[in-house]
T-cell receptor, first 110, second 114 residues
Framework: GQQVMQIPQYQHVQEGEDFTTYCNSSTTLSNIQWYKQRPGGHPVFLIQLVKSGEVKKQKRLTFQFGEAKKNSSLHITATQTTDVGTYFCAGPKSNYQLIWGAGTKLIIKP | EAQVTQNPRYLITVTGKKLTVTCSQNMNHEYMSWYRQDPGLGLRQIYYSMNVEVTDKGDVPEGYKVSRKEKRNFPLILESPSPNQTSLYFC?????????????FGEGSRLTVL
């Protein structure tokens, strides 16, 4: 069946270092969404990518959608403590369902 | 303020005692959905609703029921809760998932079944 693999499961970084999470789908996606969940919080929508090869930036966050629309990445430059949380990707499984990656937990080393 | 409201936020109950988790959205969204989140398993969809009186099973519907009698409300019913339903539950809504996929999540309901 359709799968979305997200890696790594965890990433420990020093504050100020960069962070990247990757999503790989077994099928071509019409779009991909990214969400952030702070510790103890709920998922919050960050962005949706639709076009092949699309790159979008939100301040220190850079989102990419692969040319084949089967993979995507989220890169955070110079992480801050406010970036801590779990980042999820999600793509359409049907008109009414999303298929979710398992999430990448960003941990800032003390 | 646009929001999805879930109640209760925390609940401890016992096996077999029926409970309902309410979900209400004030954004006139057509689409609503319930997810459960368990460590290491990510977000798994329980049920979803495309519009009033239209619901369908998600990936893990066993042991749950839903109804959508009004556009704004989408309660999750556990007729006979069991310990394996101990989880963090999220309700989410979207204007129309297929067209504008952004999901708005409630703050979550942490359920413990003893």
């Amino acid at each position: 069946g359709q799968q979305v693999m997200q890696i790594p499961q965890y990433q420990h970084v020093q504050e100020g270092e960069d962070f990247t999470t990757y999503c790989n789908s077994s099928t071509t996606l019409s779009n991909i969404q990214w969400y952030k969940q702070r510790p103890g919080g709920h998922p919050v929508f960050l962005i949706q990518l639709v076009k092949s090869g699309e790159v979008k930036k939100q301040k220190r966050l850079t989102f990419q959608f692969g040319e084949a629309k089967k993979n995507s990445s989220l890169h955070i430059t110079a992480t801050q403590t406010t970036d801590v949380g779990t980042y999820f990707c999600a793509g359409p499984k049907s008109n009414y369902q999303l298929i979710w990656g398992a999430g990448t937990k960003l941990i800032i080393k003390p | 303020e646009a929001q999805v409201t879930q109640n209760p936020r925390y609940l401890i109950t016992v096996t077999g005692k029926k409970l309902t988790v309410t979900c209400s959205q004030n954004m006139n969204h057509e689409y609503m959905s319930w997810y459960r989140q368990d460590p290491g398993l990510g977000l798994r969809q329980i049920y979803y609703s495309m519009n009033v009186e239209v619901t369908d099973k998600g990936d893990v519907p066993e042991g749950y029921k839903v109804s959508r009698k009004e556009k704004r409300n989408f309660p999750l019913i556990l007729e006979s809760p069991s310990p394996n339903q101990t989880s963090l539950y999220f309700c989410a809504s979207s204007l129309r998932l297929a067209i504008n996929g952004e999901l708005f999540f409630g703050e979550g309901s942490r359920l413990t079944v003893l």
